[in-house]
Each structure stands twice: as structure tokens, then as C-alpha cells.
């Protein structure tokens, strides 16, 4: 556990994945914050400060079943590198800096939608392409029976290939197209609406 009590699992050998804490908002800010230029990754246009996300980041803080989840860098100590998470709980392996962050949110705020959520993916621009996005999303599917979500839902740019592409690859299928959605400042875009219906499984809740 790290020093808010939170529980950290080994996602491989190299970083860790756990529930977000108060103290991680600048962190998630400033990589979310890295992906409005390039116009892909979100629809906000300028950059987000703490005090505009503050509630956001409370409510999921707040949500059992709304997680967070950051993803650190680990760093060897004593000459040793991860291969369990016993390792991770023991501090015999040190994590750095957050790389990267995902968030299952409400599909909508209305409780009949409780089954359903959309997940969202964020990495720091020095860790694109490395997989590390899949790994997450793939880790975070794990967890969905376990928050009560049937069905994950990932809305995408329809010029964003790598991310389609790389929801495509776990699975996700097409359950919607809104065309000329978002006015992005320069051009108007498409969203695809992914979704996937999870299959039950034994994983605990992270």
C-alpha cells in the first residue's frame, strides 16, 4: 500500500497501477493537459487548472465504483528489479513519477446507466507508443466486473486511429457514430462510440 492506504499492483515488470489519491491531481492534469494541443485525445481546447477539476476529481476519489488509477514508473533499488508485487508492498522497489492515468466515469448521470461506463486512457508524451496503453486498458478491463460495469464504452475521435486502433485490438466494437460533433477550433470531428459487454471473472477490486 502506498502512504494514502491504497493497494498497488504490479501491471509488469517495469510500472505499477493504483487507485488515485488527493495528492496525484497536478500529476493527472499535467499529462491530460499535454494531449489538447495535438487535438486527438480530448475535446477541451486549452488547458484545465486543479481549481477547474477539483470536483471532478473528488467525485471519483469519492466513488468506489468511478475509480482513478495512476500508473508510476518503478525504479530498482538495492540492485533488484520487480517481478511481484509482494516486492511493490515490501518498498523493495521504489516507484517515480506518474506516467500515465485511466478513469472509468459515468456514461451518463442517471442510475439505470450504473452497469455501463466509459473508460478513459492518458499517457505522458515520452510514453506513447510503448504499449503501455494497452497494458493499462487491458489491466483496467480486468477490474470492471468487480466496480459492477457490464459494459465499457470508449468515445474516440474518428481521426484519433491510434486509439481506435488500439480498442479495435481488445476487442471493442462500434455502437455508435455522431459526425460533426466537436468543433475543434480548425475543423469539425467525428466521435466513435466503442463498447464492449465484460464478462464476469474473479478478479478482486483494486
Same mark, same amino acid.
Given at each position: 500500500?502506498?502512504?494514502?492506504g491504497?493497494?498497488?499492483?504490479l501491471?509488469?515488470?517495469?510500472?505499477t !497501477?493504483?487507485?488515485? $489519491?488527493?495528492s %496525484? @491531481?497536478t &500529476?493527472?492534469? /499535467?499529462?491530460?493537459?499535454? #494531449?489538447?494541443?495535438g487535438?486527438?485525445?480530448t475535446?477541451n481546447?486549452?488547458?484545465?487548472?486543479?481549481e477547474?477539476?477539483?470536483?471532478?476529481?473528488d467525485e471519483?476519489?469519492?466513488n468506489?465504483?468511478r475509480?482513478?488509477?495512476v500508473?508510476?514508473?518503478?525504479?530498482e533499488?538495492?540492485?533488484?528489479?520487480a517481478?511481484?508485487?509482494?516486492?511493490?508492498?515490501?518498498?523493495?522497489?521504489?516507484?517515480?513519477?506518474? !506516467?500515465?492515468?485511466g $478513469?472509468?466515469? %459515468? @456514461?451518463? &448521470?442517471?442510475? /439505470?446507466?450504473?452497469i455501463? #461506463?466509459?473508460?478513459s486512457i492518458?499517457?505522458?508524451k515520452?510514453?506513447h507508443?510503448?504499449?503501455?496503453?494497452?497494458?493499462?486498458?487491458?489491466?483496467?478491463?480486468?477490474?470492471?466486473?468487480?466496480l459492477?460495469?457490464t459494459?465499457?464504452?470508449a468515445?474516440?475521435?474518428?481521426?484519433?486511429?491510434?486509439?481506435l486502433g488500439?480498442?479495435?485490438?481488445?476487442?471493442?466494437?462500434?455502437w455508435?457514430?455522431?459526425?460533426k !460533433?466537436?468543433?475543434?477550433?480548425?475543423f469539425?470531428?467525428?466521435v466513435?462510440m466503442l463498447?464492449?459487454?465484460i464478462?464476469?471473472?474473479?478478479?478482486?477490486e483494486?
Amino acid at each position: 500500500m502506498d502512504e494514502h492506504g491504497n493497494k498497488k499492483a504490479l501491471l509488469d515488470n517495469e510500472f505499477t !497501477v493504483e487507485r488515485a $489519491s488527493r495528492s %496525484d @491531481l497536478t &500529476a493527472i492534469l /499535467a499529462i491530460y493537459n499535454q #494531449s489538447i494541443a495535438g487535438k486527438q485525445a480530448t475535446a477541451n481546447l486549452t488547458p484545465v487548472t486543479t481549481e477547474e477539476r477539483a470536483t471532478w476529481f473528488d467525485e471519483h476519489l469519492q466513488n468506489r465504483t468511478r475509480p482513478i488509477y495512476v500508473v508510476k514508473a518503478l525504479v530498482e533499488r538495492n540492485g533488484l528489479s520487480a517481478t511481484n508485487s509482494e516486492q511493490v508492498e515490501n518498498h523493495d522497489i521504489e516507484t517515480a513519477q506518474i !506516467v500515465a492515468w485511466g $478513469s472509468f466515469s %459515468d @456514461l451518463y &448521470a442517471r442510475i /439505470a446507466y450504473h452497469i455501463s #461506463s466509459e473508460m478513459s486512457i492518458y499517457l505522458h508524451k515520452d510514453y506513447h507508443k510503448k504499449g503501455l496503453g494497452s497494458e493499462l486498458a487491458r489491466w483496467m478491463l480486468t477490474q470492471a466486473p468487480s466496480l459492477g460495469i457490464t459494459n465499457v464504452i470508449a468515445l474516440i475521435f474518428a481521426h484519433n486511429q491510434p486509439s481506435l486502433g488500439l480498442f479495435y485490438k481488445l476487442g471493442f466494437e462500434q455502437w455508435g457514430y455522431m459526425p460533426k !460533433v466537436c468543433d475543434m477550433d480548425g475543423f469539425i470531428a467525428d466521435v466513435v462510440m466503442l463498447g464492449l459487454a465484460i464478462k464476469p471473472n474473479s478478479n478482486s477490486e483494486l
